[in-house]
DNA sequence: ACCTGAACACCGTTCAAGT
DNA sequence: ACCTGAACACCGTTCAAGT
């Protein structure tokens, strides 16, 4: 176990930026205020001068990468098309996700709201309001894209992200006793393919194709809303 | 602190059961063996003859979740239509994670599928099957619609559950300098209604409002698939 | 076969005390 | 102002031992 000794002094900024690094080279289970200071060169005890506890901690981290996405974002060039601009925000959002495997997890767990996180909103609100959208309708489709909006999807297959195993023959056979319909679905569905480094579910598509459905549903309403005129 | 002593074996069927009871009455938060075993009569180290560790119980628990939405599902009549057969089928499943507010967070971090969530699915997709969807939209359909199929949709902004409280005008005026698309969003959309005992988001509506927009985009893909006849 | 007691290796957190 | 040492109240889990 390497532990560093830096002569720095401890910052609540610091401590935040350590414990992101800590959870991306080893889990975000392997956070604790123990090893943290350690990483720290410094006592567990003494991270409380500068964070109350360690939900502040989770807090901190979530605003950390909400801020990581943030200027991710800012060095985007987006589309003046409110579906196009919003796509492309959300699109990049989920790239920084993936640099962050962890991070979902936390996010889904923070009560308190993070002041970067409100920026982020704010941003995607501006989109849809120069699109012409109505306020009640964005904040519909806020509700609509949930976590997605974020620019991540709540998987309830695999929530551990890694690619998925393409399920063999046997164990296709003995699902179609109990789970006739799911067998037959993967049997189609799940070819392994040996050029690809994906499982048998790409991601990324399939990130794309639910994103797509909720934005393209979300314009149409636009549209009659605007043909309909009334409010 | 009432610790019952019952006469009663225990068994991993009752040790998941009650494990579900202490997070109704008290929250997810405060389901540790050691409480586990004491609200059985039991040392908590008994618990370890009938589970493998505390995974496993959280696994377990998810099951039994999933087996009473399931026992929910089977008392439904479904409409033959397989929109209106999906959409009455996940609102009764809602309905179940109403009754238990802490159950999305321990479904979200399973990585171990539940054989009762696996039958859950099935009859889903059967119901896609016999409303003439193909099994590549259906797979792409399950991807789509996440934790939303299951009856649950997370929240980005208060994963609590509870109302939230409907912005002061102060918040407003303080908010709009940095976040004002944010502010201008809620100053129109968040009135608060003394009316009504819901905060200004009105959940229910919120869920029906995204899972339609999913619903209402697959069922026009499968129609237009069904034009194009083309697989 | 089923349950227990004692013990271990961790947690987060407090508080008085050091510089 | 900033950090530490000792201590407390918890965790999950093991293992040899009891019935």
């Known amino acids: 176990v390497e532990t ?4 720095v002094r401890l910052s609540r900024d610091l ?23 350690e990483k720290l060169g410094a006592e567990a005890m003494s991270l409380y001068y500068h964070v109350a506890n360690k939900e502040q901690v989770l807090d901190g981290v979530a605003d950390v990468i909400a801020s990581e996405i ?5 060095s985007l060039h987006l589309p003046a098309e409110w579906k196009a601009g919003a796509r492309k925000q959300i699109l990049a959002a989920r790239k920084v996700f993936l ?6 997890a936390v996010f889904v767990s923070r009560t308190n709201t993070s002041p970067e ?3 982020y909103y704010d941003g995607l609100v501006g989109l849809m309001r120069n699109g012409g959208l109505s306020n009640d309708l964005i904040h519909h489709s806020l509700h609509a ?5 974020l620019g991540f999807n709540q998987e309830l297959f695999d929530p551990g992200g890694g690619p998925a195993p393409a399920p063999t023959a046997e164990m296709l056979d003995q699902m179609a006793g109990t789970l006739p319909h799911l067998a037959g ?20 598509y399939e990130f794309e194709f639910g994103l797509d459905l909720i934005l393209d549903g979300l314009d149409r309403l636009a549209e009659s809303g605007e043909r309909a005129d009334l409010d």
Do not use: F, Y
């Open 4 to 7: 560093s000794e830096p002569r």
């Open 15 to 37: 401590v935040l930026k350590t414990a992101v690094q800590i959870a991306d080279d080893t889990g975000i289970e392997s956070l604790t205020m123990r090893r943290l200071g």
């Open 70 to 74: 943030n200027d991710t974002v800012a």
């Open 99 to 104: 640099r962050h495997k962890w991070a979902p």
């Open 117 to 119: 996180v409100m920026r």
């Open 145 to 149: 894209l949930g976590s997605r909006a």
């Open 185 to 204: 679905m993967l049997r189609e569905v799940a070819h392994d393919d040996p050029e690809s480094t994906l499982g048998w579910c790409d991601d990324q």
